[in-house]
């Protein structure tokens, strides 16, 4: 069983600045059976589906959509128990605003998380 725990999300100003948290824990799966880890948003705009925001294939390679590109850092730490992939978002923009959902890549099936919601204000 895979549990994909969220948190970070929240309101603030065009400009600032958020971290975004997932916490991967199972009980029967190792940390190393985890291919990927990432973070999708899907905003509410007309014709906006759910969009791929950055991801880590395994232990460093990264990929990030254009978008975001030099304003976002995707990072991730490993301990026994648990992964945890971060979303570091700095000069957030109002266009930003989403709902940010954890994905993971384990043993080729993949889950998400509850989703957070990011508000960015003009």
């Known amino acids: 069983q895979v549990q994909l725990v969220e948190s970070g999300g929240g309101l603030v100003q065009s400009g600032g600045s958020l971290r975004l948290s997932c916490a991967a824990s199972?009980?029967?799966?190792?940390?190393?059976?985890?291919?990927?880890m990432g973070w999708y948003r899907h905003r509410q705009a007309p014709g906006k589906g759910r969009e791929l925001v950055?991801?880590?294939?395994?232990?460093?390679?990264?990929?990030?959509a254009d978008s975001v590109k030099g304003r976002f850092t995707i990072s991730r730490d490993n301990d026994n128990a648990k992964t945890t992939v971060y979303l570091q978002m700095n000069s957030l923009k109002p266009e930003d605003t989403a709902v940010y959902s954890c994905?993971?890549?384990?043993?080729?099936?993949?889950?998400w998380g509850q989703g957070t919601q990011v508000t960015v204000s003009s």
């Open positions: 994905y993971a890549l384990i043993v080729r099936t993949p889950y």
């Open positions: 199972t009980n029967s799966t190792s940390i190393d059976s985890i291919t990927a």
């Open positions: 950055a991801i880590m294939i395994g232990s460093g390679l990264t990929n990030y």
